[in-house]
C-alpha cells in the first residue's frame, strides 16, 4: 500500500504518522494498492477544495487545470491497450489519416476534427496540382499536424483512464 498526502502530494512512509513534507495527518491520506489504483481517500482541489475523481485534469467545480503535484499521485501506465491506441495513431498518421487513436481512446469530438483535417489533406493531396512552394508548406503543416496529434494520443494512452465499476 502507498500513502500519498493529500496536501502536497507527497508519499508518507508506512510507518510515519504525518507527512514528512507538510506535516498533514496520515489518516486524511489517499490509499493506493500496488497496481496504483485507489483504494480509500478523495483528491482535493487545491484551489476551491472540491472532490477530485481519478483520471480528471480539470477540477470539475471551478474549472482550474489539477497542479502537479496534484497529478503526481497518478503514476502514466502503459498497457497493451495504450500500445494499440498509440499505433492506430501513430501508423495512419504518418500517411497523413488522422483520428483513428482518438476514436480508439473515444474522443469523438476530436475524432471529427481530426477526420475532417484528413479529408482536407486528402484533397489537397491528390486533388490539386501544388507548386513547389505550396507542396512545402502542405508538407510543414502535416509534420505539425502530425507531431501535435502524436502528443494528444500519448497524453490519452497514459493518463489514467476511470476504473469502471
Known amino acids: 500500500m502507498k ?9 508518507i512512509r508506512e510507518d510515519a504518522e504525518f507527512c514528512h513534507t507538510c ?8 490509499i493506493f494498492d500496488d497496481k496504483m ?20 485534469i ?13 497529478m503526481i499521485t497518478f503514476k502514466p501506465t502503459f498497457n497493451a491497450s495504450s500500445a494499440i491506441g498509440i499505433a ?17 481512446f473515444r474522443k469523438w469530438k476530436r475524432a471529427a476534427v481530426y ?4 479529408a482536407l489533406f486528402l484533397f489537397v493531396q491528390y486533388q490539386m496540382i501544388l507548386t513547389s512552394t505550396e507542396r512545402t ?14 502528443m494528444e494520443i500519448f497524453t490519452l494512452a497514459l493518463m489514467p483512464r476511470p476504473s469502471s465499476k
Not at 489504483?37 to 480528471?56: H, L
Not at 480539470?58 to 496534484?70: E, L, M, P, S, Y
Not at 492506430?88 to 480508439?104: D, E, Q, R, T, V
Not at 508548406?137 to 502524436?150: D, Q
Open 3 to 11: 500513502y500519498i498526502c493529500p496536501e502536497c502530494g507527497n508519499e
Open 88 to 104: 492506430l495513431a501513430l501508423i495512419p498518421a504518418f500517411f497523413n489519416i488522422f483520428g483513428l487513436g482518438h476514436l480508439f
Open 58 to 70: 480539470f477540477c470539475q467545480h471551478c474549472g482550474k487545470t489539477i497542479t502537479r503535484q496534484q
Open 23 to 30: 506535516g498533514c495527518v496520515k489518516s486524511k491520506a489517499i
Open 115 to 118: 477526420l475532417c483535417i484528413t
Open 137 to 150: 508548406i502542405f508538407e510543414i503543416t502535416s509534420i505539425l499536424v502530425y507531431v501535435i496529434h502524436g
Open 37 to 56: 489504483k485507489m483504494v480509500s481517500g478523495s483528491m482535493k482541489c487545491a484551489f476551491c477544495g472540491g472532490d477530485i475523481a481519478e483520471g480528471d
